[in-house]
């Protein structure tokens, strides 16, 4: 059996954890830039005329006259929080598979005289005993029908946030009440093909013969016929694979004519991305920049432009990395222009022990290697960007993201602890 566990209203629930005054109150998360509503508490999705991913400056009026509390997103407090969730599922099984911020699987093969019900109230109460986060548990022998149950057990209150599919009765229940569209891993295209022959439930998918679905929906629509059924074909995925490509980019606070700005705010950008390559010991091949303008506005002139090189050698080294980004910004970088974002991706993304020398380039690995593990070893200990190149400058409040509402990091940062009185 497989358990999926899914935080409610993650973002949202992790700004009442700190909030006990907006327990049971109406809370949204924003965008970057508080640009619009990306998340959503029950309360506040009961308010049905209040629309997501609305521009926040359409529905203010809206929600201050609901008594809506709004928050600037705090990444690193959802982060943090994430952890801490993820940690307590470990206790519950030996092999937890971490499938997004808010999202994971957990193996449960092996419990025989388990009563599940029982143990996925004690998973869910103890999670929020531990973070304050509120959880749903869905099981079942399958991933595609654990999601199916975590979507029913989050339905309705005589579930208590908990739903076990564990008889063949209760799978073809739900089968036969679940749309085709809701199953998880049927795209649109897909579900329009299936209704076009007459296919509307999950349980109609699963009747239809086995050649047909492998000629029509390709390997990836026969394995969620077979876990529909009941035959496991996902596997528990423990260790993530390395990223393929590891990129950023943010809107700036304030639209930007300084070259000076646009290059410490990519410096920064840079900084982020290369901690993530040596974190999973890795060297990206190529470096891909791109600026522009902002496209919605109509009174500003419009620009946008792009670049990628080929490092010399491929590389997970900051300085080397913003070196590089700084000559592309000089090519494509146009003065006269308010611009509004600057971006950086890092791809051809391979193991640090192969990376191979290069004939006509002196190799600087090993010179900055100690470097960089300092930088990142002090970081961990003292808090994200506390040790950075010289190239970030002094000045992000000038670029920064706009976060007027957000909250204090209470997990991360000592200054922002929660003070109690």
């Not at 809370?27 to 508080?34: A, F, K, P």
């Not at 999670?127 to 999601?147: D, E, H, Q, Y």
């Not at 950023?248 to 982020?272: D, M, N, P, R």
Request: with cysteine; proline share 4%; net charge positive.
């Amino acid at each position: 059996m497989i358990a999926l566990v899914d935080c409610n209203s993650f973002y949202a629930s992790c700004e009442q954890v700190f909030r006990p005054d907006l327990w049971g109150k109406p809370v949204v998360v924003l965008s970057n830039n508080d640009g619009c509503v990306i998340a959503a508490n029950r309360e506040a999705k009961a308010l049905t005329q209040i629309p997501m991913f609305e521009p926040i400056f359409k529905i203010k009026n809206l929600l201050k006259a609901n008594n809506v509390t709004l928050f600037s997103s705090n990444y690193t407090l959802y982060g943090e929080l994430s952890i801490r969730v993820m940690n307590t599922l470990r206790d519950f099984s030996p092999r937890v598979e971490i499938y997004s911020i808010d999202e994971s699987f957990i193996d449960l093969d092996g419990f025989i005289n388990t009563d599940l019900k029982d143990y996925g109230n004690k998973i869910k109460e103890t999670i929020f005993r531990n973070t304050g986060i509120p959880t749903g548990v869905g099981i079942a022998p399958t991933k595609v029908l654990a999601k199916l149950a975590n979507k029913i057990a989050k339905k309705g209150p005589e579930h208590d946030h908990v739903f076990v599919i564990d008889t063949d009765i209760k799978r073809i229940d739900v089968l036969k009440n679940t749309e085709i569209k809701s199953i998880w891993g049927i795209g649109r295209q897909h579900a329009i093909k299936l209704q076009n022959v007459g296919i509307y439930t999950a349980y109609q998918f699963t009747e239809m013969p086995l050649p047909w679905v492998r000629k029509e929906l390709t390997v990836v629509g026969e394995r969620l016929w077979r876990e529909l059924r009941g035959e496991a074909c996902l596997n528990m995925i423990e260790i993530p694979k390395p990223k393929k490509g590891i990129g950023t980019a943010k809107s700036f606070g304030h639209k930007l004519e300084s070259l000076s700005l646009i290059q410490e705010a990519c410096a920064y950008y840079i900084s982020e991305v290369s901690e993530v390559l040596r974190a999973q010991k890795t060297c990206a091949m190529y470096l891909h920049v791109f600026l522009h303008t902002n496209s919605f506005s109509t009174s500003d002139k419009q620009y946008r432009n792009k670049r990628t090189v080929t490092l010399a050698i491929p590389t997970n080294n900051t300085f080397t990395l913003i070196t590089e980004a700084n000559k592309i910004l000089r090519e494509i970088y146009k003065p006269g222009y308010r611009y509004k974002k600057v971006g950086v991706n890092l791809t051809g993304i391979i193991p640090e022990a192969y990376v191979q020398g290069n004939l006509f380039e002196s190799p600087k690995t090993d010179q900055y290697k100690e470097l960089m593990q300092l930088v990142d070893s002090l970081n961990s200990k003292y808090g994200k960007g506390k040790v950075s190149s010289g190239s970030t400058g002094t000045r992000m409040k000038q670029w920064e993201l706009v976060k007027a509402d957000r909250s204090p990091r209470f997990t991360t940062q000592w200054a922002e602890l929660l003070t109690v009185k």
